[in-house]
């Protein structure tokens, strides 16, 4: 069964495909996922009465610090999130790496093609300072398949990246450089220039490095410091294996086999209408080993064929959660 549902993930081009999938994936977590079937029997829910993706419940994310969120057997990878002092941490269970990479790649070829007609930067110090990141790994297999001696990750050697960057400008080569948002803002302090076919993308926040900023006002700062017309942004997160890309804008864009529900902030278990905001509900049929279905703590809304993310919930677990983890 779980060899036919990878066949039928990988092959996954239409939105049918992606409903008819997400009931078919549904109906084997809630059979495999203890966790999950766990938090299904607390809701009341009757498996073979969902009968459509948005009847679906989705797992509130504060799930994967306190219990195991993986269907039986051995792991291949354990990915943790990153937290402040004192915070519990989240951990995916991965049990065939294969999936997540297939899942990177696919998705970074769909919207910005193949990894080897760039070079990849990676400004990710929050990252590479502790074990566990799945960011970095993703990106240490883009900086292993761009196939250029001047790809790499950069911790805090400014110096060696602004050199870099002015000889990839000059020789006119696609460079994509990621950065979590609080060390592009550190290298923007120290380096202005004009370089409009840079790929800025940003992804995370300030980790406690630095203020909150707004995405706009982020990106306004950014597009200053670099000469470039838009900042992009990747959405992700440990408890996914896949990733939405933003080319502008805050507006991120989903691969096949993903897609964002807005939910009612006052309950978690109606959907909100088309523009409103509202927590951020994702399903993620890559995480087929784990749970596809996460109720996140993001606010956003849908809108322009693709999703916003507006903040967080404030210092508030997602509401329901405490069914499986007081």
Not at 42 to 52: A, K
Not at 70 to 98: L, Q, R
Not at 178 to 187: C, E, K, Q, T
Not at 252 to 273: L, N
């Amino acid at each position: 069964m779980r060899d036919l549902l990878i066949q039928q993930l990988k092959g996954i081009n239409s939105k049918e495909d992606f409903a008819d999938l997400a009931i078919q994936i549904f109906r084997y977590q809630a059979n495999h996922c203890e966790v999950y079937n766990e938090y299904l029997s607390l809701l009341g829910c009757r498996v073979n009465d969902i009968q459509s993706v948005d009847q679906i419940p989705c797992l509130p994310i504060e799930v994967f610090k306190k219990r195991r969120v993986c269907s039986s057997g051995d792991v291949d990878i354990e990915f943790t999130s990153s937290g402040t002092t004192g915070d519990a941490v989240s951990t995916h269970f991965v049990k065939d790496i294969n999936i997540y990479r297939w899942s990177f790649l696919k998705s970074f070829n769909l919207h910005y093609g193949n990894p080897e007609d760039y070079v990849i930067l990676g400004l990710l110090p929050s990252y590479l300072e502790r074990k566990g990141s799945s960011l970095i790994f993703m990106v240490d297999e883009l900086i292993r398949l761009s196939k250029s001696e001047m790809s790499g990750f950069y911790l805090n050697n400014h110096t060696d990246l602004i050199n870099i960057l002015e000889k990839l400008k000059a020789a006119k080569q696609k460079v994509l450089l990621i950065g979590v948002s609080f060390a592009l803002i550190d290298l923007a302090e120290i380096y202005q220039s004009k370089f409009p076919e840079l790929i800025v993308m940003e992804t995370g926040g300030m980790k406690g490095r630095r203020k909150e900023l707004v995405r706009s006002e982020l990106h306004e700062i950014l597009q200053e410091a670099f000469g470039v017309n838009a900042i992009h942004s990747e959405y992700g997160m440990t408890e996914l294996l896949s990733q939405a890309y933003s080319h502008g804008n805050g507006l991120f864009h989903c691969p096949p086999w993903m897609d964002v529900f807005i939910r009612e902030i006052d309950d978690p278990f109606s959907m909100s209408k088309e523009s409103a905001t509202g927590g951020v509900n994702v399903i993620d049929l890559a995480n087929i080993d784990s749970c596809s279905f996460i109720a996140t703590s993001d606010l956003g809304k849908k809108h322009g064929g693709g999703f916003e993310v507006l903040g967080r919930f404030d210092n508030s677990d997602v509401r329901g959660c405490n069914l499986l983890i007081n």
